[in-house]
């Protein structure tokens, strides 16, 4: 049944002719729940509409809220789930009546500390941090199961809010650079702003991000507006949580922008940020064409990458492309450095610090007494100036104090 907006302020939510439809075709149906297509609904809809069909009625809110609660797996989204469930029932019973275990908040607060705890380990590891983001049910767990090759990841086929709480997953980009994968909750279109704040642990997680690849399934009717979804929440993200967003580390998918007086915002690094299609095997030929046309006259360019996660088709072009915008913006720097000996203290460091492409002897020769290291190698920006810092009469040294820094940093051989 279709309703009018205009009716959403009454005390039933809809039309006197509606309810009389609906009140007919209940009466000759089994039907249990009726499920109201509005973000949310007064309690006192919410009793009317109960007492007149003698059903029970839900909203998204508590549609998602279900959901929530029936994949919640941690201590951390059962706890956030309860705390929704128990903030809805006081509002229609309208009495505090809560147990003493549900009223605080304390363990969410320590939660959130664990949280701030593993994001700060995660960054002194200089790792890659990488957040798959999309609407929900689009691939974002497949994806990275495809892209770390774990086998522990158990993605749940066409379910939405399969993933309830983000998650960090081990992978590696090419030369073998290591790098962190968060798994992120799915948007969805209308989400009530109160559970959109409850459920931050996802958005958190994203703001400590290197780069994002932003996943949408090109193989839905709706895709193009679950894009627009997307886009829109992230922009609202942004606009709700400049505190934490704020704190985002040097070479983030965020920027801070100045904008006035004094005052600034925070807007995407669009490089940091990877478009990708997902599902393309289930459109034909021609449907993917058309679709990608309107996706490049929406974007502007064809700047996309296109991916089937189930079979692995194209996570490689995901990988490659990772990896070179993490050089381009200077959080990783590919750099030749020559060494004195492999039992020098620069190789060690390098060895323990660095991700090493190729090794080779020089010397001795003519002009080369003695034998010395070149090393290929992958190194995390901060590394590069604590090497700089150490070993300050290495040539690669010298560079880095001459302000050549990533990215660009020219190949340093003595």
């Known amino acids: 049944f279709n309703h009018n907006p205009k009716h959403f302020k009454s005390q039933y939510l809809l039309g006197p002719k509606k309810l009389a439809d609906i009140n007919q075709f209940l009466s000759r149906s089994k039907i249990d729940i009726v499920f109201i297509n509005v ?23 508590v549609l998602v809220l279900t959901i929530f609660r029936l994949h919640a797996s941690s201590k951390e989204a059962k706890l956030q789930v309860a705390r929704l469930m128990v903030a809805l029932i006081k509002n229609r019973i309208d009495q505090n009546c809560l147990p003493w275990y549900l009223r605080g908040q304390d363990g969410l607060e320590r939660a959130s500390v664990n949280r701030q705890n593993v994001r700060r380990r995660n960054l002194s590891s200089h790792l890659p941090l990488i957040s798959v983001i999309g609407y929900t049910n689009c691939g974002k767990t497949t994806l990275i199961k495809s892209l770390t090759r774990s086998h522990k990841l158990k993605p749940r086929e066409n379910k939405l809010f399969a993933t309830t709480e983000a998650s960090s997953h081990f992978g590696t980009l090419k030369n073998d650079v290591p790098c962190i994968y968060n798994d992120t909750v799915g948007f969805i279109s209308n989400l009530p702003h109160t559970l959109v704040d409850a459920f931050t642990a996802s958005f958190e997680e994203i703001s400590s991000s290197q780069m994002i690849v932003l996943i949408t399934d090109i193989s839905h009717p709706d895709w193009s507006s679950q894009m627009g979804v997307v886009d829109n929440t992230i922009g609202d993200m942004l606009k709700r949580m400049p505190s934490k967003m704020s704190c985002a580390p040097t070479h983030s998918w965020v920027k801070q922008t100045q904008v006035g007086k004094g005052g600034s915002e925070l807007t995407v690094e669009k490089d940091s940020v990877i478009r990708v299609f997902n599902k393309c095997d289930k459109v034909t030929a021609s449907e993917l064409e058309e679709r990608l046309d309107c996706v490049s006259s929406k974007l502007g360019d064809k700047d996309y990458l296109l991916t089937t996660a189930t079979t692995g088709k194209g996570v490689a072009d995901v990988v490659d492309n990772i990896y070179h915008r993490l050089c381009a913006s200077g959080f990783l720097i590919e750099q030749t450095v020559i060494v004195p000996s492999y039992r020098s203290e620069e190789y060690k460091f390098l060895k323990e ?6 090794e080779e002897s020089i010397g001795p020769s003519e002009t080369e007494l003695v034998e010395r290291v070149e090393l290929r190698v992958v190194l995390h920006h901060t590394v590069l100036r604590k090497f700089a810092a150490l070993f300050p009469l290495n040539a690669l040294s010298k560079g880095v104090f001459r302000g050549v820094s990533s990215p660009g940093l020219a190949d340093t051989r003595v």
Not at 353 to 358: E, I, L, R, T, V
């Open 39 to 61: 973000p949310q609904i007064t309690s006192l809809q919410f009793a009317n509409l109960s007492s007149l069909w003698k059903r029970y009625v839900i909203d998204r809110y």
């Open 353 to 358: 610090n660095a991700h090493f492409q190729s």
